[in-house]
């Protein structure tokens, strides 16, 4: 059967990569599909942030390029905190150069985001060589890659035979390749005669979440977790200021609060979709 209709335990068991596999490991032991976006400026709230929702999620979402005052302890803070909580991280990059370049972003430069980030994304938009570039960094420390085969925002470019492609990229490197940003399942999209999908388990990130709220003044759209999790079959659900709210104003009980809620919302819409 598809894989959105096995339990994670299933699928971990399966899987291929280290990354993949530690994730749905961890999703299952501490029953929570959600991941939060901590889109902040400020280390001192950045890691604040992490601290009380560390308990609620499977992975935690980073732009570490939008951390004014960044210095190392940022990274060795994070983690501590990722081992103090037993979750992932992810760094959405969003590369999209040549392969050479994006190995020497990935691994180099003030960031180094290989040597932390379980996981990173890229466009499709560079074709494979993207794919071989990251590959050649990441592949060795056991770190996984997403392909961004739709995008959340209004008016995205990401559809039709942008996002067949994309999955296709994805489908030729299942062993670095462990999963899209998107919206719904990519099961059998753009799959031809001669691909083998029985096998392929790529787990479906789905950012653009939100339960109060359909959507920002920026083209963003929110759906809630129960759509993008039942009705679509996306794994994990992303949420950013749906959970932390204005960054200028940090509520930390309300913060732990949203993720609570969060974290119920996308684990029983998850039971839900197994037990059908
Ligand atoms: F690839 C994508 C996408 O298609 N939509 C997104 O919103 C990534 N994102 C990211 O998820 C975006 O860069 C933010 O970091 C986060 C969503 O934050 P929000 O506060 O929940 O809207």
Redesign the pocket.
């Known amino acids: 059967s598809s894989p959105h209709l096995q339990t994670y335990e299933q699928r971990a068991k399966k899987h291929g990569n280290p990354a993949a596999r530690k994730l749905l490991e961890t999703m299952e032991r501490k029953k929570t599909n959600l991941s939060v976006?901590v889109?902040v400026t400020k280390k001192k709230d950045f890691l604040a942030i992490i601290d009380v929702v560390g308990p609620f999620v499977c992975l935690i979402?980073t732009?570490i390029d939008i951390i004014e005052d960044f210095d190392q302890t940022v990274i060795e803070h994070l983690q501590e905190l990722s081992v103090k909580h037993d979750f992932l991280i992810f760094e959405?990059r969003?590369f999209a150069d040549i392969g050479n370049t994006v190995a020497l972003q990935y691994s180099s430069g003030v960031y180094k985001i290989s040597s932390w980030a379980h996981l990173t994304?890229a466009h499709a938009v560079p074709g494979p060589s993207i794919i071989t570039g990251l590959s050649s960094i990441g592949l060795p420390l056991g770190r996984g890659l997403i392909l961004?085969s739709?995008?959340?925002?209004k008016g995205?470019l990401?559809t039709g035979s942008y996002t067949e492609d994309a999955v296709r990229m994805a489908r030729s490197r299942r062993d670095f390749v462990v999963g899209f940003?998107a919206?719904k399942r990519m099961d059998g999209i753009g799959a031809i005669e001669a691909d083998d999908v029985t096998e392929e388990d790529f787990l479906v990130l789905a950012?653009?979440?939100?339960l109060d709220s359909k959507g920002?003044a920026m083209g963003?759209q929110?759906r809630t977790p129960r759509e993008v999790v039942l009705e679509s079959g996306c794994d994990v659900i992303?949420?950013?200021?749906?959970?932390?709210g204005k960054s200028d104003q940090l509520d930390v009980e309300n913060v732990r609060k949203q993720a609570e809620r969060y974290r119920q919302e996308g684990w029983s819409a998850y039971l839900e979709r197994v037990s059908l």
């Not at 992303?238 to 932390?244: A, D, L, N």
């Open positions: 976006s889109d979402k732009h959405d969003k994304n961004l739709e995008m959340s925002s995205a990401t940003i919206q950012p653009g979440v939100g920002d963003q929110y992303i949420v950013g200021r749906g959970i932390y």
